[in-house]
């Protein structure tokens, strides 16, 4: 493993006035698949939207660094196109703009920020198109409005389908397990492990085990109370889906 | 009104002078002269004039008789639409007929067309600025479908012609059983009082697409239309502001089992007025409507739409609903709802409502985290909102260029 993508040191983050995180400590290194897994409550929900700059999240205190600069003062759009992925839990359905114009408007802004000429429309919808066959995602979704009408299944593998067309550098997945069933659980996780490679970072947020006998994850850190009360690699997952996460918690 | 009397005297004067050009027609100027001359105008209307004030419609340039160059040829800004048969109207003047299809009779005021009552169906007691119209008119257009012709798509394009301020008025009557495609294109530079007259025969289908964008003087608008048994009455809309433009729209479903779709957009930005208000009437059993509008406003503008469903006695089994929906874009913008039911028959179905939103954040941080700026999310997603409900011929034709002033703004 090389150089740290994201850094994250003593944050504190308050939604609507409440605490959330409360002193979270975390690196990702370049090429790591980091888990992070907590009861629900635990802020773990927080902590990926803070990275991604939803309004709302308040850093009171501490940093969150990626590739050695400050996010916190950037906008969601500056940190999307600097190279940071937010795979939604709830993705949002929105009529009237569809799949397609959304996706060129995104990769258009991207390859803008990286000083790149934008593609021309053949050359998108076959890469589109290519992506979107190997996620078992029909063409016929791509004219359709973003997400409207989706599946909840329909809807995580768009998320991943964002995530290989634009080709960022740290991809945060927000519990993109929640509500898959067997067969979509192992065709996003296949996204996600082509999406792997040295240079890229995976936050992955999960309250299962599950996720993690498809996307193998190096280190595995538990969020208790807004802050990690524990770290590890794949076994203290295996030991949590034995235990539960009572014995770590109530010990923090 | 302070402003009301030099106006009253250049009208009915300019009003006396018109008799001469257009003899057949004095009477009825005569009669709307009169009641300009009564000035009771406006003095009434405090509740319906609320909003966009009557005064700049009593008001010079309307009733003055200057003559000042005609505006710059602004073909280039009408969308073209698929084998139309283009009529241009300048001020109240139209233009040579297009080639037409046989039994689409194009006729004129000042061509001959005769002594035709031409207020015998608008409701000029709702509507009075219908006198300032017909006292001031100097031609009028006059078509006319024959029964089981489908007359195809006319595409009306109005312009500014010599006149200090347009006053124009379009009849069409449709013959039992006719078709007929009518694209309404407004691009006037100047006061402008319009009257669309239409009467749909029974089972006849008008398909109606009227397009009003951006103006930058007084503009009031109206379409009546009177549907007849089995006949259909289709208007797509789109209205931008000027800083105080009227739009109003008077459906009457006369004959039974007619039926009509009302669907709207408007948009309003910078300190526009925009007033929309449709009435639709059910005299006859059976009779169905269904009205959409979405307003939009911005900046410091106010965008007023006031809906009526109105079921007269022994309208039975009326089935009316009307939907409006807003998205208030600027805190220091304003939207008037205002959907109105008045049922006097017992058995019918009717239902209204009227929401006001905003852009929901969630949809703009989604398209942020995908590195879409802010402004550009929310003009994609204001977008959106305008082609809820649009056909794709009007989206082809290119109707949301209409917006893309107010989209920037």
């Known amino acids: ?252 | 009104m302070q402003s009301a009397p030099s106006f009253i005297d250049t009208a009915l004067a300019r009003s006396r002078e018109l008799d001469g050009l257009l003899p057949l027609f004095a009477s009825e100027r005569r009669s709307s002269a009169n009641v300009l001359a009564r000035r009771t105008i406006g003095s009434d209307t405090a509740e319906t004039w609320k909003y966009v004030p009557i005064a700049p419609f009593l008001a010079a340039p309307f009733g003055s008789d200057d003559t000042v160059a005609p505006s710059a040829p602004v073909q280039s800004a009408f969308l073209d639409f698929a084998d139309a048969a283009v009529i241009r109207i300048e001020g109240s003047n139209p233009g040579a007929p297009a080639t037409l299809r046989s039994g689409v009779r194009l006729t004129t005021l000042s061509g001959g067309a005769g002594s035709v009552a031409m207020n015998a169906n608008i409701d000029v007691d709702r509507y009075p600025l219908t006198h300032v119209n017909t006292a001031l008119l100097v031609d009028a257009l006059l078509i006319s479908v024959a029964p089981g012709v489908d007359a195809g798509t006319l595409d009306l394009r109005f312009t500014s012609g010599a006149d200090a301020a347009n006053v124009s008025r379009v009849r069409i009557e449709l013959g039992n059983r006719s078709r007929l495609r009518l694209v309404e294109q407004h691009h006037e530079d100047r006061a402008t009082n319009a009257i669309v007259d239409i009467a749909v025969g029974d089972g006849a289908a008008l398909e109606h697409t009227r397009l009003l964008p951006a103006a930058v003087a007084p503009s009031w608008l109206l379409a009546t239309v009177r549907v007849g048994r089995d006949a259909a009455y289709e208007l797509a809309g789109h209205a931008l502001g000027t800083q105080t433009r009227r739009h109003d729209v008077h459906v009457r479903l006369d004959g039974d089992r007619a039926r009509t779709q009302v669907d709207l957009k408007c948009a309003a930005h910078r300190k526009d007025k925009l007033d929309h208000h449709i009435v639709v009437e059910h005299a006859g059993v059976d009779t169905v409507s269904r009205q959409t509008v979405h307003g939009l406003a911005t900046n410091t503008a106010e965008l007023t739409f006031d809906g009526r469903i109105h079921i007269r006695p022994g309208a039975q089994r009326s089935d009316a609903r009307l939907t409006n929906k807003n998205l208030l874009l600027d805190r220091r913008a304003r939207i008037n709802a205002k959907p109105e039911l008045e049922i006097y028959a017992n058995d019918v179905k009717c239902s209204h409502g009227a929401t006001v939103g905003q852009l929901d954040p969630n949809h703009v941080f989604y398209l942020q985290a995908r590195g879409v700026d802010e402004a550009a999310a929310r003009a994609m997603l204001t977008r959106a909102f305008l082609t809820t409900g649009l056909s794709d011929e009007l989206r082809d034709a290119g109707v949301l260029d209409l917006y893309a002033e107010f989209l920037a703004s």
């Open chain 1, 1 to 252: 493993m090389s150089a740290k993508l994201l850094e994250i040191d003593d944050l504190h983050v308050t939604v609507a006035g409440t605490p959330i995180l409360k002193g979270l400590t975390l690196d990702v290194a370049a090429g790591e698949v980091a888990a992070i897994m907590g009861p629900n409550g635990s802020g773990k929900s927080t902590l990926a939207n803070v990275v991604a700059g939803r309004p709302g999240y308040d850093v009171t205190h501490g940093t969150i660094r990626y590739r050695g600069e400050s996010l916190v003062d950037l906008a969601p759009e500056a940190r999307a196109r600097a190279g940071v992925f937010l795979a939604f839990q709830y993705p949002v359905e929105i009529p009237g703009v569809s799949n397609m114009e959304f996706l060129k408007a995104s990769l258009d802004a991207h390859r803008t920020a990286r000083g790149e000429v934008s593609l021309s429309a053949v050359d998108f919808m076959k890469r589109v198109r290519a992506v979107a066959a190997s996620l078992d995602l029909s063409p016929e979704f791509l004219k359709r409005g973003v997400n409207e009408g989706f599946s909840g299944g329909e809807k995580k593998r768009n998320e991943i389908l964002q995530l290989l067309v634009l080709e960022p550098m740290l991809a945060i997945l927000d519990e993109t397990d929640s509500g898959l069933d067997i067969d979509a659980l192992q065709v996003v996780a296949g996204g996600v492990n082509r999406f792997r490679s040295k240079t890229n970072g995976i936050l992955l947020v999960t309250h299962y085990q599950r996720l993690l006998e498809h996307i193998v994850p190096d280190t595995v850190h538990v969020l208790a109370d807004g802050r990690i009360v524990k770290s590890g690699d794949r076994r203290l997952a295996l030991e949590l889906e034995e235990k539960g996460y009572g014995w770590i918690t109530d010990a923090a």
